[in-house]
């Protein structure tokens, strides 16, 4: 029973992110009659966007190199460990203490690979805690900003707000009702 490995991508070569600048609130184009506190928000969720996309491209490229690193790991210790019982076959006896020592000293950057690899997916875990939490602080944001212009839709314009839930529930019955008559 022979077992294939399953072809694994480099994640090395995965992009670096981009360093263009996100476009700012004074770039953003305005809609007529739109406050310019509308044009800020959307600025700055913009802006907040493109800095999470840019940590999440770091965190992505520095965890790629770390999987290949530990990847790679097994196949380059049971090389050395193959190097250095030829090594002892052919010099015996002071061969036998070098290869004792490059053993330890590989299993001394084994562990210390590991205590890196933890140390990285501890600041990993608090980066993502902070971004959650700023996802969910943009979050409460956006939702207030939309309870607003419900609130503000609603008093100025009551029957276009009616007329257009009116329309919406028509849609989303007809449509119910095609999928149903041809469901079975």
């Given amino acids: ?18 360093s ?26 913009m802006e ?4 999470m996309h840019e940590i999440a491209a770091q965190i992505g490229t520095a965890l790629g190199k ?20 030829g090594q002892a076959r052919e010099h015996a006896g002071s061969a036998t203490d070098a290869a004792a020592d490059m053993a330890q000293s590989m299993s001394e950057r084994i562990s210390s690979l590991r205590q890196e690899a933890a140390e990285t997916a501890a600041q990993w875990k608090e980066k ?8 969910n602080q943009l979050a409460g944001e956006q939702i207030a900003e939309a309870r607003s212009r ?25 449509g119910l009702s095609l999928w149903r008559s041809h469901r079975g």
Avoid at 48 to 51: I, K, S
Avoid at 157 to 173: C, N
């Fill in 150 to 174: 419900v609130a503000h839709a609603t008093r100025e314009t009551p029957l276009q707000m009616i007329m257009g839930f009116a329309a919406a529930s028509f849609v989303i019955g007809f």
């Fill in 128 to 135: 993502a805690g902070q971004r959650a939490g700023e996802l």
């Fill in 66 to 85: 770390a999987i290949n690193g530990i990847r790679d790991l097994p196949d380059r210790v049971r090389h050395g460990l193959h190097l250095v019982k």
């Fill in 1 to 18: 029973m022979t077992h294939e490995s399953i072809p694994t991508p480099n994640l090395e070569s995965c992009p670096e992110p981009s």
């Fill in 20 to 45: 263009a600048s996100p476009p700012t609130a004074l770039a953003a184009s305005r809609l007529p009659g739109t406050p310019p506190q509308v044009d800020e928000a959307r600025g700055r969720q």
């Fill in 48 to 51: 907040r966007e493109q800095q």
